[in-house]
């Protein structure tokens, strides 16, 4: 079941807020009710599933009461190691050893046959979230939680446990047990989720049909695609794969505002950053701030001298790229950026500061849609077609008269899901609220605006889905 789709508009989140709202009147039946829920919406994608979910919480819970009770360093530390290696070793088996004993079928021979194991929905998510738990009660800046369910809750929460945010349990600790929510919170989180919407249904899931329709399946029929239809389709690509996760965490930050819970911000524009710096304190929030806390801190951040510095930059980002996804071009992926980090570092960093906006803008642009084709397509000799068709390399000129077709046919979507990715639209729409703020003759039609709008956007929504038989999250397989 994904955010985005009928049975969960109208019949599971509808059934989901009219018992909590109306049904469950004290605190410990409303998140009774957010825990069935979470339960059965998890178990919607594979119920045999829900057992690994169930243990893996519990190994956190048990392993977390037992470093707050010891009060031997040594030991505690024992008890982390043994809850890391149980947790990361669950996560490998599951998403990492068809790759692992492909990788060494292909090498050696062995083994003849590779078993068939099925990525659990949402694995990486919930075991990071798990993870840092434990880490932060190892670290004392949370209290372990005593109660199971509560902990439970906590990982299985179906706004984001399935494709995040990451969200810390020192982030909602007390929004557990304790937690209100006022009327303007809920409005405001009824138009957040409607915002999501619209950007998936409408916007994502047409990039995602363009896509399709510039990019064929195959390095032979890439072989033959001319230039323009390559830079175009990468390009909407790189809209809908924005669009399509951003969207998602809209949705999840704005369920979450309706029942209390405060989930923080995932992006922050990032096609508007002017270096892959800035990019990354832009993307996928959330898991950029787990590497760096749990990851590139402990290993010795940079307070370690720089050969040791690059070191923990690789290790982030050789992680980073293969939680992305059990095949090799994620892990190409992730340190195609840890280079480009360290050329920015160490050589960039200055020329783009000096360099009109416009430049870095661009430089960032150009240098994210390069990693795109790496991420988009798992082959290899794939991505070496497509970026040297990019430049005309491989004999098919720039485009066709159909290229011009298909162009001129979308090109008022393009701009709206450009807009809509820069965050033009919400400026515009956020400066025409002040301007009717200021007035109060128009007062009344602000509030009227308010009230529709997040309407407007579910029925425009719900027309957009309506048949529409390509509707996946992307993120749902990491």
């Not at 390095?219 to 390009?235: C, E, H, K």
């Not at 892959?276 to 760096?292: A, E, G, N």
Request: charged share 15%; aromatic share 16%.
């Amino acid at each position: 079941m994904v955010f985005s789709s009928l049975v969960f508009l109208y019949v599971f989140l509808a059934l989901n807020l009219l018992i909590y709202c109306f049904f469950a009147r004290t605190m410990k039946q409303k998140n009774v009710t957010m825990l069935v829920f979470s339960l059965v919406f998890y178990a919607w994608g594979g119920p045999k599933y829900l057992l690994l979910l169930l243990f893996m919480t519990a190994v956190c819970w048990l392993f977390a009461l037992f470093i707050e009770s010891r009060r031997s360093v040594g030991a505690r530390k024992w008890l982390l190691a043994l809850t890391c290696l149980i947790m990361i070793g669950l996560l490998v088996w599951f998403k990492y050893s068809g790759l692992f004993l492909s990788t060494l079928q292909g090498l050696t021979g062995f083994p003849e046959t590779i078993p068939n194991i099925v990525l659990p929905i949402g694995i990486s998510f919930y075991t990071f979230q798990l993870l840092s738990y434990v880490v932060d009660v190892y670290r004392g800046t949370v209290h372990a939680q005593r109660k199971y369910w509560l902990l439970l809750l906590y990982a299985s929460l179906f706004h984001q446990c399935i494709a995040g945010p990451i969200v810390r349990y020192a982030d909602i600790e007390r929004e557990l047990t304790r937690r209100r929510v006022s009327l303007d919170e809920i409005s405001g989180g009824v138009t957040r989720f409607a915002v999501g919407l619209a950007k998936k249904a409408v916007l994502a899931n047409t990039c995602a049909q363009l896509v399709d329709q510039f990019l064929p399946s195959g390095a032979d029929a890439l072989r033959q695609t001319p230039a323009a239809d390559l830079w175009l389709g990468m390009m909407f690509f790189a809209l809908q794969i924005y669009l399509d996760f951003s969207a998602y965490s809209d949705m999840a930050i704005g369920m979450g505002k309706m029942i209390g819970f405060h989930y923080k911000e995932n992006f922050n524009y990032p096609y508007t950053a002017v270096s892959v710096t800035d990019f990354w304190r832009r993307w996928h929030i959330s898991l950029s701030s787990f590497f760096r806390d749990y990851v590139y801190i402990p290993l010795g951040g940079n307070r370690e001298g720089s050969g040791r510095t690059v070191f923990n930059l690789f290790i982030v980002w050789f992680l980073t790229g293969l939680w992305h996804g059990a095949s090799w071009n994620f892990v190409l992926w992730g340190l195609y950026f840890f280079l480009l980090l360290l050329l920015e570092r160490s050589v960039l960093s200055r020329a783009l500061r000096a360099a009109p906006r416009a430049v870095s803008h661009i430089y960032l642009l150009l240098a994210v849609l390069f990693g795109w084709v790496i991420f988009y397509f798992e082959s290899l000799p794939e991505i070496g077609v497509v970026l040297a068709g990019m430049f005309g390399l491989n004999g098919n000129g720039f485009g066709t008269f159909k290229t011009l077709v298909k162009l001129e046919n979308h090109l008022f979507f393009i701009v709206v899901a450009v807009l809509a990715a820069a965050g033009v639209l919400k400026k515009c729409y956020e400066a025409v609220r002040r301007r009717c703020a200021q007035r109060t003759g128009l007062s009344t039609v602000l509030s009227i605006a308010d009230a529709v709008s997040p309407t407007l956007l579910l029925i425009l929504s719900t027309l957009a889905l309506v048949g529409d038989s390509y509707n996946p999250f992307l993120y749902f397989r990491f």
